[in-house]
């Protein structure tokens, strides 16, 4: 449970371990977040508004790493965020504050029963895929062979397809800190990469970078 109020994180706690749950609470959302990256947690109940990270950040982070524990999210009643936005960003069920501890236990018991689905992990973008379990790029259903350098920019385009994604963005996150980097890499590499997926797919923006066709 991620709450940084702390007298309903002591009721629920209280609440739950006389159902039997084993509960451990975070107080803020890096420490929500990184007990759930190393916790081996069956769900998890994670307020919106906590200090260092929102809720939907927490929950974004988690889903883009590709952590799939259930979450359910908790949000204070007429808040600036509603339903679509916790369930856009990964949660797979919402509840608002005030709630009754009822329909919490209820939600949670179907939540653990439904357990953590295996998620699609395969990215697609237009007639491309890109499966990170398999290393495997196919275009239109053929496959398509890249080298790791090449693998390793379209995996970065490819979580972001639709949007501009900056020359310093790719550098910063495609090679390694302190690598020997021609000026020129990403220009040259996008080039590359265009030859194997199509020109037309990755298109340049004057001045802000590259933005990969959805
Ligand atoms: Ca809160």
Redo the contacts with the bound molecule.
């Keep these: 449970m991620v709450?940084?109020?702390s007298r309903l994180a002591s009721a629920l706690r209280r609440g739950l371990a006389a159902e039997g749950f084993a509960v451990d609470v975070a107080d803020s959302g890096p420490a929500g977040l990184d007990a759930a990256r190393h916790g081996g947690y069956d769900a998890m109940i994670l307020?919106?508004?906590?200090p260092g990270l929102s809720g939907y950040e927490v929950v974004r982070r988690l889903r883009a790493e590709e952590h799939w524990l259930p979450v359910l999210m908790l949000s204070a009643k007429d808040g600036e965020y509603d339903q679509a936005d916790g369930l856009d960003c990964g949660a797979d069920d919402y509840l608002t504050k005030p709630f009754s501890y009822v329909v919490l236990l209820a939600r949670l018991r179907a939540l653990l029963r439904r357990g953590a689905p295996e998620r699609p992990t395969v990215l697609v973008a237009g007639d491309l895929t890109l499966d990170p379990a398999r290393r495997r790029v196919t275009r239109a259903d053929a496959e398509v062979a890249l080298t790791a350098r090449e693998y390793a920019l379209l995996d970065y385009l490819i979580r972001r397809a639709g949007q501009v994604v900056s020359k310093t963005e790719l550098l910063d996150h495609v090679w390694d800190a302190g690598m020997e980097t021609a000026p020129n890499a990403v220009e040259v590499y996008v080039g590359y990469l265009r030859r194997k997926i199509g020109r037309e797919r990755l298109e340049t923006v004057r001045g802000a970078g590259y933005r990969l066709a959805t």
Aim: charged share 55%; net charge negative.
């Design positions: 709450e940084d109020e307020d919106v508004m906590l």
